[in-house]
């Protein structure tokens, strides 16, 4: 089995479990998604269940217990570390809550630091529209305290897109910025599925940064229970309050 035309990222009857015996915790219970290519998603649910943890096994950055996880074509399940370091230089791109940015670096240096270590070439012109979309054009000589905290979030951003993942992943991505600076980081990542035809999938708890994405999916004690499309912030506010409700059910997503 490989992902599809059409689908960026796809996980496979997911299972992850913590400890063993008695005290096993199980994060995510079966889970089976397809991600598409050049839509934004949102991951969402209550404290606990499993939408961090789905987001790193997707990445590669956690391991599965049972099941699979493809990022295109490329088979994450079973990778050993070289092949997992190649897919997360290659294959995905990661912002983070936070920044991650080298204070001895200017930001066009912070941007560009994953090609240099893997010893590819700039696209200018690619590095251009991308530096144009996030305005970054005045500050790339300046190094990470001289920016605020929303120019650094959008070095980041930038630094994900420039060598053209095929997946990015953003954890929390506004968590540390304020409402106007997480909306023009929101609306980035937006423009970046509609416009230049990235994947991004992203995990919040903010049904104002859900709102954004093209597809909301909703889990809850390791499955996947709900999903929206081209959702409202209104609409993942009454979601959540409906998964936090002691007599919630789960039900089938279709398609998920």
Not at 24 to 52: Q, W, Y
Not at 136 to 144: A, V
Not at 157 to 186: H, I, K, M, W
Request: some cysteine; glycine content about 8%; hydrophobic content about 40%.
């Amino acid at each position: 089995m490989s992902a599809s035309d059409g689908v960026a990222a796809r996980a496979v009857d997911v299972w992850k479990t913590y400890g063993s015996g008695d005290a096993a915790v199980t994060a995510l219970a079966g889970v089976s998604v397809d991600l598409e290519k050049s839509r934004f998603t949102a991951i969402m649910g209550p404290s606990g269940s499993g939408k961090s943890t789905l987001m790193h096994c997707l990445a590669g950055l956690d391991d599965v217990t049972r099941g699979e996880v493809w990022v295109g074509d490329t088979k994450v399940t079973g990778l050993k570390d070289r092949g997992l370091t190649d897919l997360r230089r290659d294959k995905v791109g990661f912002i983070f809550q936070q920044f991650n940015l080298l204070p001895t670096l200017t930001a066009e240096e912070n941007i560009t630091l994953p090609l240099s270590i893997g010893g590819k070439k700039v696209d200018r012109e690619w590095f251009d529209v991308v530096i144009e979309t996030v305005g970054l054009r005045d500050r790339l000589s300046h190094r990470p305290t001289q920016l605020s905290g929303g120019q650094q979030q959008r070095v980041a951003c930038a630094r994900a897109l420039v060598s053209r993942p095929e997946v990015v992943f953003a954890d929390e991505p506004t968590g540390n910025l304020d409402s106007q600076s997480g909306a023009e980081v929101l609306a980035f990542l937006r423009k970046s599925a509609h416009e230049f035809g990235q994947t991004i999938v992203m995990v919040t708890h903010d049904p104002n940064a859900a709102s954004y994405a093209d597809r909301v999916i909703f889990l809850k004690d390791g499955h996947i229970v709900r999903e929206l499309l081209s959702p409202t912030a209104d609409e993942v506010l009454d979601t959540m309050k409906h998964l936090d409700a002691p007599d919630f059910e789960h039900s089938a997503v279709p398609g998920a």
